[in-house]
Structure formats: structure tokens, C-alpha cells
């Protein structure tokens, strides 16, 4: 979703502010637009589209200044066009800012403003903040010497009108020397550089600059200036906070020969897989190690029930983390769409632990869940990608997938690595019960093959390209699986449908007779996880039905099944392997289906129409 970076310091602001962008293009938006202080007062430019069509309209010679602002919007109020495009001015230009987020009482607050005499020439929430900052400045006390506090007192009291969220970088048009950073509810850091800081909406601008940084965190606004920077409570004094080191792989992402993120992250599942495990498989006592839940072995003990929370991919991998962890630790999980139960106020027991499932970390809805469960005294952990983001902070302790940065929109190497910590943490609550030293012994002794059976399973890339080429224009898919593979299911429909428009459903296969059959013709092609099992013969009756009725039958098999062979159109093999690790292997081929069906219809794999890398916005 939106953007931000800002910059205050000695060097040509347009550098970061450009560079800065493309970093967070992986984020989605639709407009984009630059603020730089060149003198008497602030160049602006804007472009609807690609951060190219931006920088064409700056054109050869870069405005030249060393304070300014760039965002990426992702339309909300009002739609992908120029004048919605940030950055935005209030007063008579005296203020300028991006801002990120969205601010719920927009309409009372511009009715407000127009009465005083203030002109629109936006759509959106964000311009009602910039004409609100103006108008406190009139009635913010002179402050000798130190222009700066005055106009923090003016966004403090403009920021103490807002409700909804705000991610906030502002700058004066009459004081060029320093930006005003405020974050509520959409997340922010701040580059700690030499003679030079920096502000953006997450980590990637940073890389390269500098290898410090500071996590806002709510209610927190930030003073930058050329020679340092101070952090403020909105309605208290000055705080605290943690310079850290700038993690390396915040967002240094390159295509390293692939043609799209997409499948680069789908490659490096092997080795993304590697990385949620290492030094956290315990040989010697048959379980799993994790450093960061903050809970001791007695407290873990006594957990009766888990919640697992999250919102679309990061949710289908808590329905796997169900069947994992009923099956193999046998506690009772229950999955929640964060956005349903950050409102649904279920009666929750206590000894229940709540997992918030996330890649980004600053999904607005999974924050607001875990917040909200949290605040009702519950324990709450995360199982997140990005370190620092404001669900890792959030939350009371949790794990973190090392997965590297996922640039593609589409999860792929966040989603098989969720899996895998979940079935880490299946082992590690198993064996705090009533799994035996062996069969723990057994299970990391599964987990240990996997990165060779997603390697394994890569190798049906060609065979899924032949197969891609065939239904290429199909209007509906289904993808049908039982068990583990249900969930399987679900992400191999939500893929194909993020990228490549197709409208596509997953089902239990079994549901399938009560109602989704109704689809099924000569042009509706049904995919089948069908690995051998316990339900296989009922999954194989489910197939036969839908050859039954003319349907195009894709299976995802293993290689020497000759009965699967004789009722399919077509098999993409993958490798045979234990149940709970069968989500894990099984959804490469359809992330590779879903890739090169888009690849074959002309999508932008990487930055799908209308979706955004992280939803910050409910
Ligand atoms: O960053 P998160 O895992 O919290 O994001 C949740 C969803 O927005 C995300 O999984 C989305 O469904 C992806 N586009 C799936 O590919």
C-alpha cells in the first residue's frame, strides 16, 4: 500500500526520494508524486502510474534541494489521478506532506475546514490534514529562536483531531530545515544517517544509506534535522528510543537473472525453508527451539487452545497449522479471519494463545486482532517476516520466518515458511505433551527432507508451463483437495486469481458435491491434490465425477500412480511425502500453475491490478 520517504540533510534529496520510491514499489499503489524544497518553496511533481512515468515528468535535471518528500498512493478517497496524488499542500503552500493511512472523520473535519476558507482540490482524507496543520499554525505560539517547536505544537494539535490512522512526513514551505514525522496505526522509521536523516514507511529506502534506524512506534512524532533528531510522545515530552542496526536484508532485493520476483521467491523456497529451521530443530531432545516466545516451557504447557489468525495467504497457512497442530500436538486450535475477530469479541478461555500469522507485519487487520485479544489480558505471539514491523512489536513475543524480503505481491517462500514454523511449533507443543521421544525424533527427521522434496517438486516447472499453455483461457478453475490439501487448495485458487484475474475457488473435494459441480463443463477445468492416503480413494471418486461430466481433470500426483494417470487430462508429479509436510511441497506447482498462466495472459506478475504488498488499510 502507500509510501513514504522524506529526507532532510546535505545531499540531493531527489536521489533518496527517487530510489526511495522504486524500493517500495513492491508495496502497490497506482500514483506516486515527489515534494523538494528548491529555495523560496517547494517543487512538486506528480505522475498517475509507474514510478518511470515519474521520474519522466522530473525529467533530466532532478529539482535540486536538500529537504523533500515522495509517496506512493494506493487509491482510497478518490481515484489514481493527479490531483489525488501526494504530496499534498495546505494553507496557502505553507505545508506540505504525505501521509499513509486513513483518516475516518475526514468529512466533518473538511466541512470544518471549508467553512474557515479553505479550498479542496482533492478527493482525499490526506489534503484535510495538510490544510488542518496550516490552520493550527495560525494559533501555534511564537517560539523564539526555535521555529520548530512551533510548528510541532501545530501538528501535535492537528494529529489530536485525526481519528483513523496516520503515517505522517511534513515539511514547511518558510522553514526548510527540518520534517515532522507522527505515526499512528500506519508504520514509519527513521534512517539515522551522518549530517542526514531520513524517513520512510518501512525499512527498503534505507538500504544503502545507512545502517541505522528507529521504529516509531504509536502516538510518536519525530523531529528530523540536518544535524539530528528527537522523538515525542504526542501528548507528553521527549522519548527514548532504540537506534538499531539496519537488518541487511530489509529490502535489498534483486531478480538475480529470474524474470520476476514471483518466481525468484518461488526458487528460493528450498532455501527459505532452510533458514525457518536452522538452529531450530533440537536432535538431542526431540523437539523444536524457538528464542523469541517469551514464554516459559510450564506457561506453554498449560495451553488449552490456540487461536491462529490472519488474513488471506497468511490465513490459509493457519488452516494448515490447524490440522498440524491438532494432529501432531493435539491441543484445539480454532482459525479466525483477523478482520472478523478483531470485531467478533468471541468468549476466549483462559490458557488460550493467540498467533497472529503474518509476512508484512503491518497488515492493519491482523495488528488490530492480536492488539485487541491482547488487550483482553490473552498472551499473543506473531509468526512474521519482516523484523521490527509493527506486529513483531506488538506482539508479546513470536517467530520469525527468515524468509528474506518477498517483493512479488503474491506470497510464495512467506507462505511455505509460515507452514514450516508451524509445524515447529506442532513438534514443540507435541513433545511438551504426549508425543514420545521417537516419533519427535521421526518428525524432524521429516522436516529435515523438505527442502529437498520442494527442490524435487520444482522440477514440474516445464511440465506446469505445457499445462498452463492448455488452460490459459479458462473463465473458472476449481482446485479440490481433502485434508492437508484443502488449504492447499485455497492458495492454489487464491494465486491463480491474484495474478491472473481467472476466477478461480478452492473446496474440500468432497463439498464439491454440494454445489460446486454445478460448474463443472468441457471448459471448466478442476485441479486435483491427490497424493496417496487415508481419503485418496474418496478424492479419486471425486475425480471420476467430474470426468463424469465433461470436466478437464489436472491432478497433482506422485510419479508412478497409474490409475491416476488413466483418469486425468494431465499430471504434474510431485514427490511423495508425510501429510503434515504435504501443504508445503504440493503448492509449488500451482505457485508455478498460477505464474505462468498470468506470465501466458500478459499479467504484471509482480504488481497485480488493484492489490497492494501490505494492507495497512481495513
Ligand atoms: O503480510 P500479510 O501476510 O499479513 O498479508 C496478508 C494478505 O494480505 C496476503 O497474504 C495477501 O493475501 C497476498 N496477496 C497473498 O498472495
Excluded at 523456497?269 to 533440537?282: F, H, V
Excluded at 504447557?301 to 494432529?327: K, N
Excluded at 478452492?506 to 478442476?526: F, N
Excluded at 494431465?570 to 509449488?588: A, L, S, W
Aim: charged fraction near 20%; glycine fraction near 10%.
Amino acid at each position: 500500500m502507500c509510501g513514504i520517504v522524506g529526507y532532510v540533510g546535505s545531499d540531493e534529496a531527489g536521489n533518496f526520494l527517487l530510489d526511495g520510491l522504486r524500493r517500495l514499489e513492491y508495496r502497490g499503489y497506482d500514483s506516486a508524486g515527489v515534494a523538494i524544497h528548491c529555495g523560496a518553496e517547494f517543487t512538486i511533481t506528480r505522475s498517475v502510474g509507474r514510478i518511470d512515468s515519474l521520474a519522466g515528468a522530473l525529467g533530466d535535471v532532478m529539482p535540486s534541494g536538500s529537504l523533500g518528500l515522495g509517496h506512493t498512493r494506493w487509491a482510497t478517497h478518490g481515484p489514481a489521478s493527479m490531483e489525488n496524488a501526494h504530496p499534498h499542500l495546505g494553507g496557502d503552500g505553507e505545508v506540505v506532506l504525505v501521509h499513509n493511512g486513513v483518516i475516518e472523520n475526514f468529512q466533518v473535519l473538511k466541512e470544518g475546514l471549508i467553512k474557515k476558507g479553505y479550498t479542496f482540490v482533492s478527493a482525499t482524507d490526506s489534503e484535510v490534514i495538510a490544510h488542518l496543520v496550516a490552520d493550527e499554525l495560525k494559533h501555534a505560539p511564537e517560539t523564539n529562536g526555535q521555529p520548530n517547536l512551533r510548528y510541532l505544537a501545530a501538528v501535535r494539535a492537528a494529529v489530536a483531531q485525526l481519528r483513523g490512522t496516520y503515517g505522517l512526513a511534513i515539511a514547511f514551505r518558510d522553514h526548510p530545515n527540518f520534517l515532522i514525522a507522527a505515526r499512528f496505526g500506519s508504520p514509519l522509521v527513521i534512517g539515522v544517517g551522518s549530517g542526514e536523516y531520513f524517513v520512510a514507511s518501512d525499512a527498503s529506502p534505507l538500504v544503502g544509506r545507512t545502517e541505522r534506524i528507529v521504529y516509531l512506534a504509536d502516538h510518536q512524532l519525530a523531529v528530523l534535522t540536518p544535524d539530528g533528531f528527537s522523538v515525542l510522545h504526542r501528548d507528553q515530552g521527549k522519548v527514548r528510543v532504540d537506534i538499531r542496526p539496519l537488518e541487511t536484508d530489509s529490502g535489498e532485493a534483486s531478480l538475480e537473472g529470474f524474470d520476476h520476483y514471483m518466481l525468484k521467491e518461488i526458487y528460493e523456497q528450498p532455501e527459505s525453508i532452510r533458514n525457518a529451521m536452522r538452529g531450530r530443530l533440537d536432535d538431542e531432545n526431540a523437539t523444536a527451539v524457538f528464542g523469541g516466545l517469551n514464554l516459559t516451557p510450564q506457561q506453554l504447557r498449560s495451553v488449552e487452545r490456540i487461536i491462529l489468525t490472519g488474513c488471506g495467504t497468511s490465513w490459509h497457512s493457519a488452516l494448515v497449522g490447524e490440522y498440524m497442530i491438532e494432529d501432531l500436538a493435539r491441543i484445539p486450535v480454532s482459525v479466525e479471519y483477523a478482520s472478523e475477530l478483531r470485531y467478533r469479541n468471541p468468549p476466549i478461555d483462559n490458557n488460550t494463545l493467540i498467533f497472529g500469522i503474518t509476512q508484512s507485519g503491518e497488515t492493519a487487520d491482523t495488528l488490530a486482532a492480536l492488539k485487541e485479544t491482547k488487550r483482553k489480558g490473552h498472551r499473543t505471539l506473531a509468526i512474521c517476516n519482516v523484523v521490527g514491523s509493527s506486529i513483531a512489536q506488538a506482539a508479546d513475543g513470536g517467530v520469525y520466518l527468515h524468509a528474506g524480503p518477498e517483493i512479488g505481491v503474491a506470497s510464495t517462500k512467506a507462505y511455505t515458511s509460515q507452514c514450516c514454523v508451524l509445524a515447529m511449533l506442532s513438534l514443540y507443543f507435541g513433545r511438551l505433551r504426549h508425543v514420545s521421544f521417537e516419533s519427535g525424533q521421526r518428525i524432524i527427521n521429516e522436516l529435515r527432507q523438505l527442502p529437498a522434496a520442494v527442490q524435487q517438486a520444482l522440477a514440474c516447472d516445464e511440465q506446469v508451463r505445457d499445462v498452463a499453455k492448455k488452460y490459459q483461457d479458462a473463465s473458472t478453475v476449481l482446485y479440490l483437495g481433502r485434508q492437508y490439501n484443502f488449504p492447499t487448495a485455497l492458495e492454489g485458487a487464491l494465486k491463480l486469481k491474484e495474478i491472473s484475474y481467472i476466477h478461480a475457488e478452492g473446496y474440500p473435494a468432497a463439498e464439491m458435491k454440494h454445489g460446486p459441480i454445478a460448474l463443472v463443463d468441457e471448459h471448466t477445468p478442476s485441479v486435483f491434490i491427490i497424493p496417496r492416503g487415508t481419503t485418496y480413494d474418496k478424492v479419486m471418486a471425486n475425480m471420476e465425477e467430474v470426468k463424469a461430466r465433461g470436466g478437464p481433470v489436472i491432478a497433482l500426483a506422485s510419479r508412478d500412480n497409474p490409475e491416476v494417470e488413466s483418469i486425468a487430462d494431465d499430471v504434474i508429479h510431485v514427490p511423495e511425502v508425510p501429510g503434515f509436510t504435504q501443504p508445503i511441497v504440493n503448492v509449488v506447482p500451482l505457485q508455478l500453475l498460477s505464474y505462468h498462466i498470468a506470465l501466458l495472459r500478459g499479467c504484471d506478475v509482480d504488481k497485480p491490478r488493484n492489490l497492494a504488498k501490505s494492507v495497512t488499510v481495513e
